[in-house]
């Protein structure tokens, strides 16, 4: 720390002061480097959250947390490479629907994706649930897999952005989780270091997201998009509904097959507006056209089944059973199953999203800590949608696991989490915003 000793840093962001780029830089470095101790790293990071970042400020630590590793070079890829990220939320499978649209419409896909913590695996962990399919691939096949097939998926390199592994462990302890500036620091620095040459963030809002309210989501997205843009990378953040589970599967095998079955032309309705819209804005980025047009070219590459054939592609050359995407049903659910029952008559007015996400981790459809050991098969299955109607005594949810007593964990974790009402609501609003 060149600027003065690290506690006098600390004071002036307390006061709410703003931070120089250089002392702000000496802070990332010095933390990886192990010069600052995590007492002090956790007192900075709890007056950022009392007192916030600027643009100026938040971009410049982004920028530093992305130099503190591995730096991603994607340009022996042709083509303008459009990255996404989504915030997450309960059933979110849009990621391996969006790829294959996009690279089946003539946008490359090269896109790094984390493990999960949580409700269910990340991206990669339901990739992995496909028998043989290797997520963790080196930087030179995954540039040979995307040049072969337009797309490729694969695990986080384990020297991209350190910075961010040790302050999100001290986030996860210090209570300095929930800050908007140090949410959109972690996502950003990691985009940024993935080497796309634009950037799509799905932010998700609603009981199943990172962040419940709209005028939160609203914004993340926007100090992510100053990031983006402030880091010379057009940026564009799309408002997606987490009201409800995304689709009607929540859980790694099951939501593949709904993966797949998206991808063949059926699929739930809410799973192919969210995931056209996005489509339709990387190629919209990528192509330099409207966003409607990216909309048609997105949902004609559906319709056609040339996405289909991109996946399909995809789960071969990284060495996945093929036999299993052209015929889902070989994907082994769990074998021990509970309804989750109705308790009224009338319309499906609003469903806890997150208890539902929670019950699935409970079934073992997740992580506790990163060494937990998920169950593939685990999950639910909705069979009922906001707006739909029920009937007392109907299954609203199907639970399935490997243990008994985890089943009735989850049965009980989701008592009264659905609420019936006598007129039917008005329809979800899928994509409610757009920031650029």
């Known amino acids: 720390m060149n600027h003065g000793r690290f506690p006098d840093i600390i004071g002036k962001k307390k006061q709410g002061l703003a931070l120089s780029d250089e002392e702000i830089r000496d802070m990332i470095a010095d933390y990886t480097a192990g010069k600052i101790p995590d007492y002090q790293m956790s007192a900075m990071l709890m007056a950022i959250c009392f007192r916030g970042l600027t643009d100026r400020e938040l971009t410049t630590m982004t920028m530093a947390m992305r130099d503190s590793g591995e730096v991603l070079d994607l340009s022996e890829i042709p083509g303008v490479k459009v990255d996404k990220h989504s915030t997450g939320g309960v059933g979110d499978k849009a990621t391996l629907i969006v790829g294959p649209m996009v690279a089946a419409s003539g946008v490359p896909v090269a896109k790094m994706s984390g493990r999960g913590l949580g409700f269910t695996g990340g991206t990669i962990d339901k990739l992995e649930s496909i028998p043989g399919f290797c997520g963790e691939i080196s930087n030179r096949e995954f540039f040979r897999a995307v040049r072969k097939n337009g797309i490729s998926i694969k695990g986080q390199t384990g020297n991209l952005v350190p910075a961010d592994k040790k302050m999100y462990a001290l986030r996860d302890v210090t209570g300095t989780v929930d800050s908007i500036p140090l949410i959109a620091a972690s996502i950003m620095s990691k985009k940024l270091a993935a080497g796309g040459d634009k950037i799509v963030l799905d932010v998700t809002t609603g009981s199943g ?17 100053a990031i983006g843009n402030g880091a010379g990378r057009e940026t564009v953040a799309m408002i997606t509904s987490m009201e409800e589970p995304l689709g009607f599967a929540v859980g790694n095998r099951l939501e593949i097959r709904e993966v797949v079955e998206t991808l063949r032309g059926g699929g739930p309705e809410d799973v192919r507006i969210v995931c056209t ?72 007015a609003g469903v806890d999203a997150g208890r539902i996400g929670a ?14 050991e998920i169950d593939a098969g685990a999950g639910i299955v909705m069979k009922k949608k906001v707006g739909d109607r029920v009937r007392a005594g109907e299954p609203v949810a199907v639970l399935y696991t490997s243990q008994e007593e985890r089943l009735e964990r989850a049965l009980a974790h989701l008592r009264g989490c659905c609420t019936v009402a006598g007129e039917k609501p008005e329809p979800l609003k899928l994509v409610v915003d757009i920031i650029r």
Do not use: W
């Open 209 to 225: 997201a990172l962040i419940g309210d709209l005028e939160g989501s609203v914004e993340l997205a926007r100090r992510m998009v």
């Open 277 to 348: 819209a996005l489509a339709g804005m990387m190629l919209s980025l990528g192509k330099g056209i409207s966003y409607e047009e990216g909309k048609e070219q997105a949902l004609e590459a559906l319709v056609s089944g040339r996405a289909y054939e991109r996946f399909l592609a995809m789960v071969e050359t990284q060495g996945g059973d093929v036999s299993c995407i052209e015929y889902p049903e070989r994907l082994a659910i769990a074998e021990i199953s509970g309804e989750l029952l109705a308790e009224e008559d009338g319309y499906l």
């Open 359 to 372: 019950a699935a981790g409970i079934l073992g459809a997740g992580r506790e800590t990163k060494e937990s």
